[in-house]
């Protein structure tokens, strides 16, 4: 049966996750920017929560080529996720277009004997099945995507080639656009894993505009719903999936 991965960003998402059905957390910040590292504090409360939990390493929002000073950050963020227990990183890294080899290589080194996961930078390359097998020559031990679509379910054919260009070598899981109401034809592709946020928008007041993207009256933050998680850890444990007529 596919994993059920939820991504979470707070102590409440990591409660919620863990109470309501998820089999692992992908740990970070700022999931509205596609996630940033998150601190050695709110590492240490989602090992504690005993869900198995990987923990994103992402110095900066944007695009995922980085400079020599970036790269240094990037490593000493992964020693920290791996002193504070994480078992597993989450990393992406690119240059001229395609992987960033030595980087990867160092933080596969670095990783020992615990996950990697390289995120959806994997998205932006030029070619995926290439790009599959050299993750794989890696070391990497799975690749999260949505087949190069911006949601999941709209690239459906592209992540069965993915699951047959693996071969088992590496694991594919699915993620972006993925609920309770998209995720079997996803799992009908045969992913050994999906990934969603399950997440909803909360609004309170600001006093005060507090950045760029925090101006001063009605404020929405994204927390992790666990009735989304729910209905998603059923949908995964149902044979729902397999689609009309089964």
Same mark, same amino acid.
């Given at each position: ?5 939820? @991504? ?5 998402? #990591? ?11 992908? *740990?970070?910040?700022? =999931? ?23 923990? *994103?390493?992402?110095?900066? /929002? ?14 000493? %963020?992964?020693?920290?996720? =791996?002193?504070?227990?994480?078992? &597993?990183?989450?990393? &992406? ?15 596969? @080194?670095?990783?020992?004997?615990? %996950? ?6 994997? %998205?932006? !390359? ?7 097998? *050299? =993750?794989?020559? =890696? ?15 709209? @690239? ?21 656009? #993925? ?11 045969? !992913? ?15 006093? !005060? ?19 989304? !998680? @729910?209905? *998603?850890? /059923? ?12």
């Amino acid at each position: 049966m596919p994993m059920l991965e939820i @991504a979470v960003q707070d102590p409440e998402g #990591i409660a919620v996750a863990r109470d309501h059905g998820a089999d692992r957390i992908e *740990l970070c910040t700022a =999931l509205a920017l596609g996630g940033l590292t998150p601190s050695r504090a709110l590492i240490d409360a989602a090992v504690a929560s005993g869900l198995p939990t990987h923990v *994103l390493v992402r110095p900066r /929002a944007g695009d995922f080529t980085y400079s020599s000073v970036e790269r240094a950050v990037l490593l000493a %963020d992964v020693r920290v996720a =791996l002193e504070a227990g994480a078992h &597993g990183v989450v990393i &992406g890294a690119l240059r001229e277009g395609g992987v960033d080899t030595d980087l990867v290589a160092g933080i596969r @080194a670095e990783a020992a004997d615990v %996950d990697v996961t390289f995120h959806r930078a994997f %998205d932006v !390359v030029a070619d995926r099945g290439a790009t599959l097998q *050299l =993750l794989a020559e =890696l070391g990497v031990d799975r690749i999260l995507t949505s087949g190069g679509a911006d949601r999941a379910p709209d @690239a459906c054919e592209e992540l069965a080639r993915l699951v047959a260009l693996a071969d088992g070598r590496i694991q594919v899981m699915a993620g972006s656009g #993925i609920d309770a109401s998209t995720v079997w034809p996803i799992l009908a592709t045969g !992913v050994d894993a999906v990934h969603a946020s399950a997440k909803r928008l909360v609004s309170e007041p600001l006093a !005060v505009r507090l950045g760029g993207l925090a101006t001063a009256g009605a404020f929405s933050r994204e927390v992790t719903d666990p009735g989304q !998680v @729910a209905a *998603l850890r /059923a949908a995964v444990d149902s044979d729902t999936h397999a689609g009309p007529g089964r």
